[in-house]
Each structure stands twice: as C-alpha cells, then as structure tokens.
C-alpha cells in the first residue's frame, strides 16, 4: 500500500496538456525532494524529473515538475503518442523505519 | 556508458532461495548509493533495500526485513540480492538502480530488470 497517492489514470488528444497529482504527508513529501519516472510499456523505468522540478540531460522540456507542501505534480505539454505510458513519483519517507523509499501509485497516461 | 546488468532471476518454490546479481559499468561504482526496487506483474513500483557506497548502511521495505540480504562487492562492481524464505508475494521484476546526485534522492540509472517467479 502506497504512501503517495496518484491518480490511476490521465488522458488527452495529441498537442495537449495534461497533469499528474501526487499526494503525501510532511512524513515524504513535505520534507523531501521528489523525482519522477516514466515507465514504457514492457520497459524500465527512467528518470524524468528530479529535486522536485529539475529534468535530466535528454528530458524535453515538455515535461516539468513542481512542489507545493505536501503535493506533487508533473506536467506534460505538447502530448505525444511516445508519451503513453506508467508515471511515477517518488521521495524517501521517514514515518516507519529509517530509509523507506516510497513510490506513488502509478498513474497511467493515454493519448486519445 | 552507464550499465546496470540484473541476473539470477528465475522460478523457485516457495521457501526457497535465490541470489540476484547487479553488474555495473561506465561509472565509478564504488563512489554511488545502490537500490533494488520490484514491480510485481501488472502493479506498480515498490522500493526493496538500499545499500551505501561503501555497503556500512543498509535498509530494507518491512516486506522483505529479516528474508532479504543486500550487500556489494567494489571491486567487481557488482550489487546483490540475497533472497531467502521466497513467498509467492516476491515474485516480481527486480531492478537494481543507482542513487544519483549529491541529494540521494532520485534513481538516475536503472537495470533492465530480473523476473522472479515463486509458485510451486
């Protein structure tokens, strides 16, 4: 069971917009930094966006991420049939044992 | 090139045990936090354990506390998972992945990932 909480599913027409929401508690997100991954169908996951709103060399800046409180959320501009896929968020959870990564739930992303 | 290479997936029983391998290249090995995180078939992503550069800290998910055993050996650039007491909830695809950046808090490379099946 997920401590971070994302929407199951996301849709839009090529060219869109859309936005993925992540909720957690001062336990992970309040108090962390939280990076987001985007899972291709049959693939691993890759990094997407880190420290909250920073994206990796390579990362268009189609995608963007941002942070407020205890919430979460990555935005995909200029949508893509490429874009379909599984999107994660994560960040480290102090309220169980020390060290606990948690990830969000998943949320699914289809281009209509 | 950065490359992270998972084996020693494969079908156990239940009880049993199974030794996973991460071989890592293109970076400096011995200088990086690693992980393990699974993904059961059609679920989503679930942090298993984490290990420091120099392998003296160690964490675990509750789930996997007390069956499962991290470690790594630097100078074959390579990171393990010890699994034992295998339940059915373990079978999963498991990746190793390397903890980037001076926060420690994102996964900036992962491996293609091993499946492990457990049923009998």
């Known amino acids: 069971q997920s401590v971070l909480t994302q929407p199951p599913s996301v849709s839009a027409a090529p060219g869109q917009k859309v936005t993925i929401s992540c909720s957690g508690s001062?336990?992970?997100?309040?108090?962390?930094?939280v990076s987001w991954y985007q899972q291709l169908p049959g693939t691993a996951p890759k990094l997407l966006i880190y420290?909250?709103?920073k994206r990796p060399s390579g990362i268009p800046d189609r995608f963007s991420g941002s942070k407020s409180g205890t919430s979460a959320t990555l935005g995909i501009t200029g949508l893509q049939t490429g874009d379909e896929a599984d999107y994660y968020c994560g960040t480290w959870d102090s309220s169980l044992s020390a060290g606990n990564y948690v990830f969000g739930t998943g949320t699914k992303v289809t281009v209509l | 090139e950065v490359q992270l290479v998972e084996s020693g997936g494969g079908l156990v029983q239940p009880g049993g045990s199974l030794r996973l391998s991460c071989a890592a290249s293109g970076f400096t090995f011995s200088s990086y936090e690693m992980n393990w995180v699974r993904q059961a078939p059609g679920k989503g992503l679930e942090w298993v354990s984490y290990?420091?550069?120099?392998?003296?800290?160690?964490y675990y998910a509750d789930s996997v506390k007390g069956r499962f055993t991290i470690s790594r050996d630097n100078a074959k650039n390579s990171l393990y998972l010890q699994m034992n007491s295998l339940r059915a909830e373990d079978t999963a695809v498991y990746y190793c992945?390397?903890?980037?950046?001076?926060?420690?808090?994102?996964?900036?490379?992962w491996g293609q990932g091993t499946l492990v099946t457990v049923s009998s």
């Open positions: 992945a390397r903890l980037g950046g001076y926060s420690g808090s994102y996964f900036d490379y």
């Open positions: 290990i420091s550069s120099s392998g003296s800290t160690i």
């Open positions: 420290e909250n709103n």
């Open positions: 001062s336990s992970n997100i309040g108090n962390n930094y």
